[in-house]
């Protein structure tokens, strides 16, 4: 098959995500992909030039080595809200080069400008497309006098959308009450990668890191969002003083990042909040690995309500206690009894921590994370998309 994939997001310096596991995986698997992307992050540029250039880029792996996938970065007006202005012309102009160009055989959205142009464009072409849905994107607009607009144009997304997939099943009710046919709705969960955890050295990170032997490792990774829960962590570490056996490892970056740091000068709370920025993919088993308790202390909000990130599996698949704020989607798809501790607020996960100090009650929540997510192989996620896509397109 030949894949064309349009994003509004920044495939090169976000994830790995759904779209890299998958995408990545089916590069290995003999098909050939191109992206048509957006960098979100040209506000955070101090140095972004007026009109940025089309670019061609080969992209670095993210998951699976050596699976290198081609992305296309068309021209845009880096300035807020001409940006969206350019991204409609210079977006719907790559599109149609593509598909005249590249002639895929199926395209697959994960926006909501391009994804609208390319459903338009698609089907004056008799070119499936297929909407593959991780958040409620219209809620993901910064500027939030646009997001009325953005779900109007998200609706008609669905409603014409060849196939709409999710990636679970709260996501799938939300995508139908937006409009789309229930019959052309599927749910394609989030998949682990298990062998990516057999190597990993806890002992040799926890020195690294300085951790002691009986210190207790709270852990995060991703995008430091202002709602992501951190905050109140933080804060709540410091309530427990310099002798508390408690520690947050922070992997990544974002909005909270400087607050962090400012927090870290604070008497004692160097050696308490530990942050390394980002990581290769391939070195955050080790990360994981040296915790001892895996947090999505995420802020209850219309963003969270019912999306279930990656990195909830990967914590359950290292065989990790996760405690999460008990946000709808994350309880609809791992319920209770299976690893996860929910939290009524971002505030009560620490304390939270605390009950959960006795290493084999930690190790019989892991178990029962690592059991659970099991069932979810990559490999085999992957071969259902895969046959997803085939169908649509022998449909078609």
Known sequence: MRILVVQESNWIDRGPHQSHHLMERLVQWGHEVRVIDYDILWRKSADHSLISSRSI?????????????TVIRPSIIQIPVLEYISLLYSHRKEII???DEFKPDIVIGFGILNARIAISSCRKRRVPFVYYIIDELHRLVPQPHFQRLARSIERQNYLTADLVLSINEGLREYTVDMGAMREKTRVIRAGVDLEWFSHADRRTKRDELGFAEDDIVLFFMGWLYEFSGLKEVAEALIQQGENSKLKLLVVGNGDLWEYLQNIKKMPGMSSKIITVGWQPYNSIPDFIAASDICLLPAQKNDIMKNIVPIKMYE???AGKPVIATNLSGIMKEFGTNNGVVYI??????????ITLSDPGERSEFGTKSRQ???PNDWNAITHTFEKCLEEVINAQ
Do not use: G, H, N, T
């Open 315 to 317: 914590y359950m698949a």
């Open 344 to 353: 009524d607020k971002p505030d009560e996960a620490v304390q939270k921590a």
């Open 372 to 374: 659970f997510v099991e």
């Open 57 to 69: 880029i080969s992209a670095s792996p993210k998951a699976i080595p050596d699976a290198m996938i």
């Open 97 to 99: 080069r593509q598909l």
